[in-house]
C-alpha cells in the first residue's frame, strides 16, 4: 500500500484527490437539488458527476500503486459514496418530516408545558 | 408592576442603536470580554503572520530583533488563544439562553477570564522578549516549552486546564441547574473531553517519537473532533437563532455529524503518525480513515441544500448568515478538498511539513474557525445594541461585505500561493532531492518558491485589509439604528417551509 506515488505523478495524484472530493460534493448537491426542486432533468447531471468521481478516484488509485485488499477497498468506498446522498437524503426528510409531526403533537397537547427545549 | 411593563419596551427603544450592557444577562457580558481579547488577538495573529512572511523574502528584516521563529510561534500560537476565546465566549454567549437560567460561578468565570488574560499576556511578553539561552528544565516551565503550536511553559499548561475545567464547571452547572437540550448535552461532554485532552500535551518523555505520539493527540484532536464539535453547537445554536431552524431536526444532525466526525476523525489522527517513528500499521489506519473524513462534509452539502430550500434564507442578521455560509464553504474547502489531496501516505510523504501543509492550515483552520467566531461577534453585537435590524438595507452595509470579501479573497490566495510553493518544495526537496538538506535549501531558492512567497505576502496584506474593515464594522455596526430586529421563529420557519 505504500508504496510512493512517482515524481512525475505527484501532481496528478493531489489534483484526482481534490477532485475526488469536489465531484463528490457536486453529486451530492446536484442530487439533493433535484429532488428538493423536483426536477428530475438534473438527476443525471448528478451521475455524470459521481462518473467524475469514479474516473478521479480510479486514477488517485492506480498513481498510489493500489492492489488486492485496498482495490477492494476503494471499490466498496465508491460504492458507498454512491449510495452515501441517498441515504443523508432519506435522513432530511425523515427527521423534518418526524419534527412537523412532533410539533403538530405538541402544539395539540394542552400538557405540553414546554419545559424542556426539546 | 404595569408601569415597569409598558416602560419597558419604550426604553428598549430609546436604547436601541446604543450598546447596552444592561440588556445582556451575566453569561453574555462575560462572552463580550472573550470576544474583546479574541479579536486584540485575531490582530495580533494577522500582524506578527505579516513579519514572518515578510522574513521569507527578506531574510534579514529584524534579524536577531524579532526572528522568525518567534513571530511563526506568536503568528500561531495567537490564532489558537483567538480562537479558543471566540469558542468560550460563543458559549458564554448562548449558555443562559440555551438553559434558560443565570450562569452558575458568575463570579469565578470572570477570575477566570482575568486569570488567562493576564497569563495570555504574559506568555506573550516572554514569547517576545526571552528566547534565547540554554534550554533545561527551568526554561521548560518558565518560558517556552518547546511543543510546536502549544509552546507555552509550563506553568501556563496548568493555567489553561484550570481556566477550562473552571469554564467547564459555569456551563455543566448551569444547564444542570437549568433545562438540559440536545446541544446543551453534546456542548457538556465536548468540554471533558477539551480539558482533558490537554494533558496529553503536558507529557514529558525524552523519546521524541513518543512526545510527538502524545502531543498529536492535542493538535489533532482538539481541532479534528473537539473543536469541530464544538463549532457544531455553536453552528445548531446559530441557525436556530439566525434562520429559525427547527430545534429537533438541528438536534438530530448534530447528534449524526457528530457521529460521522468522530467515526472518522479520532482514528484519522493516524495521518499525523506517518512519519514520527510510530508502527507501520498506522499508515493504512491513518490513510483509511483519512478517507473516510469527507463524509460528513458531504452528508452536510446535501443537508445544507436541502435546509436551504426550506427556509430560504430569511434571516434577521445578514453579515453573521454570510459568515455561517463561508463557514460552510471554507471548511469543505480547506478541510476537505485541501486536506484529502495530500492526506494520504504516498502523498504525503512529499508534503507533510511543506508550504503545502501551511496552505492547507490557512484555508481550514480560517474556513473552519475563524469564521464561525466572526458569525457569533456579529450576533452578540445585535443583541448588544438593543437587537437591533441587521437585515436587508442596513447602513453602511458596504463595510461587511468588503471585510468578508477581502478576509475570502486574502486567504484563499495565500492558500494557492503556499500551494505553488509547497508543490516546488515536495518536487524539488523531497522528491528529486530525497529530504536532503541541500535539497531543503535549493527548493527554497527556487524562482516558484520565492513567487509563491511574494503572492501569499501580497494576499496577506488584503487579509490584513479585511480585518482591519472587519474591527471597523464591528465597531461601529448597528449604531444609532432604530429598527428593531425582525426575530425569526420556528413558526416563521414552518410557514416558509410550506
Known sequence: ?118 | MMAQAVNQPMSQTAMRGKLNSAELNAGQRLAVKYFSVAIILFGAQILFGLLAGLQYLMPEFLYNVLDFNVNRMVHINAMIVWMLYGFIGSVYWLVEDESGTELVGAKLANLAFWVLTAAVTVVVIVYLLVQTGPGEQKSLWLINEGREYIEAPRWADFGIVAVVLVFFYNVAATFMKGRWSGISGVLVLDLIALAGLYLAGMFYSPNISMDQYWWWWVIHMWVEATWEVLVGCIMAWGLIKTLGARRKIVTTWLYIEVALMFGSGILGLGHHYFWIGTPEYWLSIGGFFSALEPIPLVAMVVHAVYDSGVHRFKNSNHPALAWLIAHAFGNFFGAGVWGFMHTLPQINLYTHGTQWSASHGHLAFFGAYATINIAMFYIAIQKWRGDVFMGAGIRHAWRWKWALALLNIGVVGMTVALLVSGYEQSFVERALQGSTWAGYFEAQRGEWFVQGMFWRQIFGYVTAAGTLLLVWDLITIGKGETRPAEKPTEHQAQAQAA
Request: charged letters at 10%.
Open chain 1, 1 to 118: 500500500m505504500t508504496d510512493p506515488v512517482e515524481a512525475q505523478q505527484i501532481m496528478l495524484a493531489t489534483m484526482a484527490g481534490a477532485l475526488v472530493v469536489m465531484f463528490g460534493a457536486i453529486y451530492a448537491a446536484l442530487f439533493a437539488w433535484s429532488r428538493l426542486r423536483k426536477r428530475p432533468a438534473w438527476m443525471p447531471a448528478a451521475y455524470l458527476a459521481y462518473l467524475c468521481l469514479a474516473v478521479a478516484t480510479i486514477v488517485l488509485a492506480r498513481s498510489l500503486h493500489l492492489s488486492g485488499f485496498w482495490s477492494t477497498v476503494v471499490f466498496v468506498m465508491l460504492f458507498g459514496y454512491l449510495l452515501a446522498p441517498h441515504a443523508i437524503w432519506h435522513l432530511c426528510v425523515g427527521t423534518h418530516e418526524s419534527a412537523h409531526k412532533t410539533a403538530d403533537t405538541d402544539s395539540r397537547n394542552p400538557l405540553n408545558g414546554g419545559q424542556t427545549n426539546e
